[in-house]
């Protein structure tokens, strides 16, 4: 629809801040993540991934990247299951020595790290050793984040400073996992006080909301509760959504910036 502005590139993608940035870093850390980089944090928010990279590597992670190529997802959504069968094997090929190696997968984007999780199994039926391998080694960020902080691993000094955050789950995410880790891992800095919307699904769902045929409807979806629920908060309260279509809608339906929660803790570290 021309009433929405596509994406924009940015002028620096994550993959290239990154191989930068590890050429820069001296020390290992003994402890080894992988960051899957998805296609969006990659090329249009690298902002999330640079978050995401610095807070594992505040909590005593290197993190290692898979290299880039899509999960598939978009071609599963609009029924293109050829492209995505080869979409999969190929992220199959890229993370299966890295799971073999024992290393958890980190995804930022919930439709794409479950997707690999819950999906893959049926997409490569010839491929379900491996598939199960990855799935058992596969987190969200939340998850991931929470399980460390569960098992008392996650030795981070946030600030105090009391914040309001209103936090609208993603729908993959809210069906496969639920908002318990989300909630969790925003409440990390103490004095964060977490209001969880409940607003169904945003109204994007992906391509979706950007379809001239189907604006109106994903508008209405997103007015519901979404959209009234951010407009009523001070410019103060800080916006959570995962998804990248739900950070979207909320940024051309109320002008508010929604952050990733990776961003969200990145920023609450306290400053050495």
Known sequence: SRRRRLPEFATMPFTRWFKLHHKAQI????????LFNDTFNTYNYPQVAIAATELLEAAGFEVILPGHNCCGRPMISK????????????????LAPLAEQGLPIVGLEPSCILSIRDEYFYLLPQARSQVKLIAEHCYTFEEFVAKLADQGELRLDFTQEAREVLLHGHCHQKALVGTAPSKQILSLPSGYQITEVDSGCCGMAGSFGYEAEHYDISIAMAERRLLPAVRKQSKETIIAAAGVSCRQQIKHGSGRQA??????????LKQE
């Open 79 to 94: 029924g293109l299951v050829q492209q995505a069968r080869r979409a999969a094997q190929d992220t199959v090929n890229r």
């Open 27 to 34: 020390t290992k850390n003994p402890k080894k993540v992988v």
């Open 259 to 268: 952050l990733h929660p990776a961003e969200i803790l990145r920023d609450a």
